[in-house]
Antibody, heavy 119, light 110 residues
Framework: EVQLVESGGGLVQPGGSLRLSCAASGFTFINYAMNWVRQAPGKGLEWVSA????????YYAASVKGRFTISRDNSQNTLYLQMNSLRAEDTAVYYCAKKRIGSYTFDYWGQGTLVTVSS | QSALTQPASVSGSPGQSITISCTGTSSDVGGYNSVSWYQQHPGKAPKLMIYDVNNRPSGVSNRFSGSKSGNTASLTISGLQAEDEADYYC??????????FGTGTKVTVL
């Protein structure tokens, strides 16, 4: 059974940093690209970042480029999102999502972790 | 990259069919057969319902179907049930992003 479990969310001041983790199980992690998707309170879904299975290719939404860094540890089956220079508008539930092979779709999602940026 | 346009709300009675639209451009919905649909119940993670325009993952009811014409994709729910009440989001591959989501549609079962 595929499982994705996010952690690391919390309250942080504007300008601060936070690192999110996503522990994966139930599939061969290195074979799959992974993504972060966020959802501000009461708002819609927003794609944030993607990383290839090997970790050699990364992609970012314009809203986070230069501030967020996606990475993965395939030996630990874990996905990360390092978030720096956080802003109030980064407040959201952050989901990790597994990309389906051969398709631009997310077939499994974690339960999400809440990041609140506030003074 | 602007969000894909969905109606804010759609409603229907049990047993009826409803259709949710998702309008983009030739750079996303119209240019690729990579439209997906997700269902999200309050406080829960999204769940994949349709991928690649009209494919259902294993375990998803065949009451859910997808289609596309030009720059607009559609999700149809037939035989509407109380459990279908949720928010629905479309997404598409896009030449610039690589992903863009729709604005979301709240489905109400009357």
């Amino acid at each position: 059974e595929v499982q994705l479990v996010e952690s690391g969310g919390g309250l942080v001041q504007p300008g601060g940093s936070l690192r999110l983790s996503c522990a994966a199980s139930g599939f061969t992690f290195i074979n799959y690209a992974m993504n972060w998707v966020r959802q501000a309170p009461g708002k819609g879904l927003e794609w944030v970042s993607a990383i290839s299975g090997s970790g050699s290719s990364t992609y970012y939404a314009a809203s986070v480029k230069g501030r967020f860094t996606i990475s993965r540890d395939n030996s630990q089956n874990t996905l990360y999102l390092q978030m720096n220079s956080l802003r109030a508008e980064d407040t959201a539930v952050y989901y990790c999502a597994k990309k389906r092979i051969g398709s631009y779709t997310f077939d499994y999602w974690g339960q999400g972790t809440l990041v609140t940026v506030s003074s | 990259q602007s969000a894909l346009t969905q109606p804010a709300s759609v409603s229907g009675s049990p047993g009826q069919s409803i259709t949710i639209s998702c309008t983009g451009t030739s750079s996303d919905v119209g240019g690729y057969n990579s439209v997906s649909w997700y269902q999200q119940h309050p406080g829960k993670a999204p769940k994949l319902m349709i991928y690649d325009v009209n494919n259902r993952p294993s375990g998803v009811s065949n009451r859910f179907s997808g289609s596309k014409s030009g720059n607009t994709a559609s999700l149809t729910i037939s035989g509407l049930q109380a459990e279908d009440e949720a928010d629905y989001y479309c997404s598409s591959y896009t030449s610039s992003s690589p992903y863009v989501f729709g604005t979301g549609t709240k489905v109400t079962v009357l």
